[in-house]
């Protein structure tokens, strides 16, 4: 079972930049394509963006031309850099396995175990 911990969160003014990262435990990383989600309050938890093991990548529209997503399989870890944030990316951003189908996931089941994610503020 894959164990997550992100990190990296903070207060951001809009147009300034954060690194999140996120160190999975267990074997089963590497074998995996990963995702970043991110949920709002009120609002569904949603992929926006994911990475194959060998390194495709998809991101939500909403987040194109802003973010990158990367992974260092050596160190089970995913990172996104995220650019321009705007006070829509305000949320908790979460790890996960993932599939390259982004958008809004319709349940929170059937994933490896959630870690408590890293909030990330974007003040105007």
């Known amino acids: 079972q894959v164990q997550l911990v992100e990190s990296g969160g903070g207060l951001v003014q809009a147009g300034g930049s954060l690194r999140l990262s996120c160190r999975a435990s267990?074997?089963?990383?590497?074998?995996?394509?990963m995702g970043w989600y991110r949920q709002a309050p009120g609002k569904q938890r949603e992929l926006v963006a994911a990475i194959t093991t060998g390194g495709i990548t998809n991101y939500a529209d909403s987040v194109k031309g802003r973010f990158t997503i990367s992974r260092d399989n050596a160190k089970n870890t995913v990172y996104l850099q995220m650019n321009s944030l705007k006070p829509e990316d305000t949320a908790v951003y979460y790890c996960?396995?993932?599939?390259?189908?982004?958008?809004?996931?319709?349940?929170?089941?059937?994933?490896?175990?959630w870690g408590q994610g890293t909030q990330v503020t974007v003040s105007s």
């Open positions: 267990g074997s089963a990383f590497s074998i995996n394509t």
């Open positions: 996960n396995v993932g599939s390259l189908f982004v958008g809004p996931i319709k349940t929170t089941s059937g994933f490896a175990s």
